[in-house]
């Protein structure tokens, strides 16, 4: 089939259009703060008015973060989990350096994994994050538990499962947001 | 997706080195976490700070959120208003009847009442106000029950001051910022409060479960005296919470209490009234003259 020459699209920013259209480099500022940026405005999500009478919020930078790190390995350093999860406790409200330890771990056992299981697919990685997003919420409340007085672990259930169900959709976000950051 | 080719440096000494060095870093910072979570297990209000700069900072974006929310439903209940107009006119006309006798009784009973401490000799303050404010967030994604107010230090709140909405008890003030304060719920399991039954005054401790219910347990010993539909208010003990606030509805009865559902929901709460402690002037003097240990008045 012929194809009309009007539906060929034309590059509509105008500074652009006379530039080359191969061997662009990408903006390096876009690589870096996209996914910085991503992880750290989904923990902020719940400074939000969502008010709900047990813990039903998927943690969101958790779910922001291990996308990102099974998405697209070598992105996220291996330390890159004490940062985050740092700053995931200033919102979360946590006692300070739960999530710094637990999301750490979670990237260190993700390294191990990487070693012994090399070629994944995404259910095997969904299964990873899985596991991790259990032993994160149910290591938080054990930490809440060491600080203050903490309810009964089966009040995290739904928020086990709705976080483990969520983990697809994060991941397509990541996506999209790679292809976003790695366009010239 | 295979790892990239970085995870094997092959000869290069310097892509060696930096490897190891990630590793390093990554442990070395898994230990420093480790110790901040030791400081702030030992000191919960340590990091109080940080928590509160990050509030401060969210603050502004979850006002217009709480706002846009108000308004939403407002907007339904107008609507729904409209549309009830005739059936609720007559409802609450015949509840009108009903209330106006019960308000001249109730007239009666205070005159009485006031005769009767006048008799005693006894003089109660009521419940004085300190400011007003809107909950515009909540930890839900945490295991702690933990919402934020949206004014601060500016409207005079300060820490272990009462906190309660139009339909009851909310919680207490734990942290404050300048226009900020963090509130913890009647719901966290840490949150004790001294409570009662309404019908005869029958002392209880109320405890959180952090699912939205809170476990009701009777002081005295013995099978649960509670039932069904029980409304329970605070009793004003230990001088923290004023007496009389409603508090919760018994739901069911368990061997050794009841669970209540608290009457005030902060997800559908119009507004939140910060009050001044029940008789904390009192209780700053009492501990001025003989402090009790090592007991801070009420830490986090």
Redesign the interface.
Known sequence: MKIPVTTIRLPTRPAREYESRFDREQSLLKMLAIPITSVAIAS?I???????????????GLLMFLSWRL????LL???S???F??MDD?????????A??LW??A??SIEII?ARA???DHIQDWLIAAVLIAGVLLG??W??G???????PA??IP?IILSILLYPLAVRICARLDSWRLAT | MAPPKHRRPGFSRKAQYGLFVTYVVAIAGTMVSALLLAISVADPAGFSALRTAGAEITAPVARMFSNVRRSAQNMNATAAAYINAGSQNAALQKQAKVNRKKLIEAQALRVENARLRGLLKLSEDGESQVAVGRLISSTSSSTRRVATLSIGRNFGVERAQPVRGPSGLIGRVIETGPTTARILLVTDAENLVPVMRASDGLPAFSAGLGNGTVLIKPLNLGESPFKVGDVIVTSGNGGLYPPNIPFARVIKKTSDGALAIPYADPGNTPYAVVIRPYQGEARAAQQAVAPDGETKEVAE
Not at chain 1, 146 to 152: G, I, N, T, V, Y
Request: hydrophobic share 50%; net charge negative.
């Open positions: 902020m719940t400074a939000l008015p969502i008010f709900t009478e047990e813990p039903l919020l998927p943690p969101l998405m697209r390995p070598g350093p291996v330390w989990g004490v940062p999860g740092l200033v919102f979360s409200g946590q006692p300070f350096g739960s710094g330890l750490s771990l990237m260190l990487d090399i070629w994944r938080g409340l930490i809440a060491m600080a203050h007085a903490a309810p009964d009040v995290l928020q």
